[in-house]
């Protein structure tokens, strides 16, 4: 028996050909797509891999995360609204031009997550309580569409949960999100800054409407203005 790449060489004692048969990769034995018996000699492992790699490290990254930030706040304080701190996105700027020919429609001041007026209540969370339909409102930018269909997927809170690079509040502002390009037809990581366009009169942000101080929805609706060229660039989409 000979083995070359994924192919294994055995020959026939019958008729004294080789024939070839495919090893199973790891991948393969991950997602259940080997042979049966391999599937169920194997399961105890991958259920354990599995459940390590999808719930354990993820609660250890954020309880690291969090120590972190209060070592942060603690020792770091007053550098944290240095701007040399802060994340800036260049790209897409925290004024008019972020707006698009939306620019003079709105009285717009630009706000950081943390000093919404939404999230004084409850204080700052990228996600509270996990993700909910409910936790998705609409404000005065015409993108149903698009938060329609964050609605339907909020029904699996996981999906669009994998979607956030982040499991907490950037204490730098600093958001990325994976979204599917449709050009490329793979999968990108768009990264914004945690500024919000909100109405100057009332601090309340202008577009998507956040539940009890959730981002998710805020940081997500930016991420696809994003990479749509502006938040202008979101109306009057259409969900395929």
Known sequence: ??????????????TRT??????????????????????LGCAPFVLTYRSTT????PCLEVVAKRGLSQLARTFCGP???????????????????S?????????????????????HANGA??????????????????????????????????????????REVSLRGKYSVRLWDVLTKRWTVITVEGTFPCDRKTGDPLFAQPCEGELWVLVLEKAFAKYCGGYDG???????
């Not at 706000?111 to 919404?116: C, D, F, G, P, Y």
């Open 234 to 240: 979101l109306q009057g989409g259409l969900t395929l």
């Open 18 to 39: 080789p024939t070839t048969y495919p090893l199973h990769r790891c991948d393969d034995i991950c997602h259940g797509h080997a042979r049966w018996y391999i599937n």
């Open 79 to 97: 550098c944290l609204g240095c701007s040399c701190f802060t994340y800036t996105d260049a790209s897409f700027p925290a004024n008019d031009s």
């Open 1 to 14: 028996m000979r083995c070359c790449g994924h192919t294994r060489w055995r020959v026939n004692l019958r």
């Open 99 to 119: 707006l698009g020919s939306l620019a003079g429609k709105h009285n717009v001041e630009w706000v950081r997550a943390l000093e919404l007026r939404s999230t």
């Open 125 to 166: 969370a990228l996600i509270r309580d996990g993700i909910q339909p409910s936790d998705v409102g609409q404000g005065a930018l015409g993108d149903c569409w698009l938060l329609a269909a964050a609605a339907c997927l909020a029904e699996f809170p996981g999906l669009l949960r994998n979607l956030f690079l982040q």
């Open 54 to 57: 999808i719930y354990l490290v």
